[in-house]
């Protein structure tokens, strides 16, 4: 049974993001320019190979997407560069202010719209309208109230064409196992706040919901039908490396075959992908 952060304050988890935007320091090159950008997305989607695969960045042109928590913007520049009009929001204006550079200086602006918003109350900040997709990676698992996002996306986001991609952190993961034996030192009655606080690069992150395959459908409820759930990443790599911009496998990992490592990574992985489509008119 998740913790519930439900009475965490919103100021809290803005706070957090504003002061490490996500990723921001996936790259040594100055920040907001091409070769910044350039590198935080090569090494994103090299840590995470499954993003592009999931997004269908391609499939949206000429499609309107809503991106929920677009941080940086590694994938905002994804959908506008393959051709798509994107409305993004963020809670963290400072995460928001790099996503806008990032569009900006790739000369997409007039694809892409932003919005500071949270997204738990978004039609206060952005007009109803019904949006071909509306995506959201690794975003509504860190507000404290995901069922109003949700709820948001039925009521005055969706409609009979819509799709929704969602990644949400998955409960039942290698990556959950890990913070119970390290930073968690085994104490399971206290795993929610054990994986909140260890769950990104900073540690401290207010709020971190996990799922399994059947709290996600219930989150999503009966609105919509689901196409398509799987479980994928781990990360494998060794931390003082990694954070030098090597990519050194852990002992265990370097011990195990590729497709047993696949294999893995596909039942105990990290991030629990699902993408639906709306069934109400
Ligand atoms: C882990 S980052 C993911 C960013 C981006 N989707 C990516 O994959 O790089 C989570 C983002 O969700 C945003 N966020 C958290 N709660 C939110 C809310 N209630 N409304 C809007 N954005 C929110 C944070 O500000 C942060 O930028």
Redesign the pocket.
């Known amino acids: 049974m998740n913790t519930d952060f439900a009475d965490v304050p919103?100021a809290k988890?803005?706070d957090y993001?504003?002061e490490r935007?996500?990723?921001i320091r996936h790259s040594t090159a100055e920040v907001g320019t091409r070769e910044y950008f350039d590198q935080v997305e090569a090494r994103?989607y090299f840590v995470e190979p499954h993003?592009p695969g999931f997004a269908e960045f391609e499939k949206w042109r000429g499609k309107r997407v809503l991106?929920?928590?677009?941080?940086?913007g590694?994938?905002t520049i994804n959908f506008a560069r393959a051709g798509a009009q994107v409305t993004a929001?963020?809670?963290?204006a400072k995460?928001l202010e790099l996503a806008k550079k990032r569009v900006e200086v790739f000369g997409f602006t007039d694809r892409v719209e932003f919005f500071e918003?949270?997204?738990?109350n978004?039609s206060e900040f952005v007009e109803p309208r019904q949006y071909d997709l509306i995506y959201?990676?690794?975003?509504?698992h860190?507000?404290?109230q995901p069922e109003k996002?949700i709820d948001q996306i039925k009521t005055n986001f969706a409609g009979p064409e819509t799709v929704l991609k969602l990644m949400v952190y998955y409960r039942y993961s290698w990556k959950v196992l890990w913070i119970l034996l390290t930073s968690g030192r085994g104490r399971f009655w206290r795993l929610d706040e054990m994986i909140a606080e260890n769950s990104?690069a900073q540690t401290g992150c207010p709020?971190t919901y996990s799922y399994n395959r059947k709290s996600l459908r219930e989150l999503v409820g009966t609105a919509f039908e689901i196409d398509n759930m799987f479980v994928d990443h781990i990360f494998p790599y060794r931390i003082p490396d990694y954070v030098k911009y090597r990519y050194v496998k852990v002992w265990y990992f370097r011990l195990l075959p590729d497709f047993l490592f696949r294999f893995f990574e596909r039942r105990c992985g990290w991030h629990l992908c699902m993408t639906a489509k709306c069934t109400q008119d």
Do not use: Q
């Open positions: 919103i988890v803005k993001w504003n935007p996500c990723n994103k993003i991106e929920i928590g677009c941080g940086i590694t994938d929001v963020d809670l963290s995460s918003a949270n997204a738990e978004l959201s990676f690794g975003v509504i860190h507000s404290p996002i990104e709020v």
